[in-house]
Nanobody
Framework: QVHLVESGGGVVHEGDSLRLSCVASGPMLRTISVGWFRQAPNKAREYVAAILWRGDEVHYADSVAGRFTISKDNAKDTVFLQMDKLKPDDTAIYYC?????????????????WGQGTQVPVSS
């Protein structure tokens, strides 16, 4: 069982930057990808970004490409999400998740393990 803990959320203003962290504990050996998703109030959870755990491939949703950067530190079992030029539309609870079965990366249903989320309110 993989346990994930997100941190780094907080109230920011439009244009600000924020760095989220996701620390994993448990058996990460079989992990294929780690993804970030977000859920805004009264909206469905949506994909943000993902990174292969044993490679360098990264992928971003169109809505964050060029503003967000996903990275990882395998030695510390940690994945980061650097968020720049934040907009009010980025307001959401941000979740990290682990997929140990597929290379799909962008679909929430393929991820088996999820953190509790960290809130990111962006004011205009």
């Amino acid at each position: 069982q993989v346990h994930l803990v997100e941190s780094g959320g907080g109230v920011v203003h439009e244009g600000d930057s924020l760095r989220l962290s996701c620390v994993a504990s448990g058996p990460m050996l079989r992990t294929i990808s780690v993804g970030w998703f977000r859920q805004a109030p009264n909206k469905a959870r949506e994909y943000v970004a993902a990174i292969l755990w044993r490679g360098d491939e990264v992928h971003y949703a169109d809505s964050v490409a060029g503003r967000f950067t996903i990275s990882k530190d395998n030695a510390k079992d940690t994945v980061f999400l650097q968020m720049d030029k934040l907009k009010p539309d980025d307001t959401a609870i941000y979740y990290c998740a682990v997929d140990q079965r597929t290379y799909i990366m962008t679909t929430a249903s393929t991820y088996e393990y999820w953190g509790q989320g960290t809130q990111v309110p962006v004011s205009s």
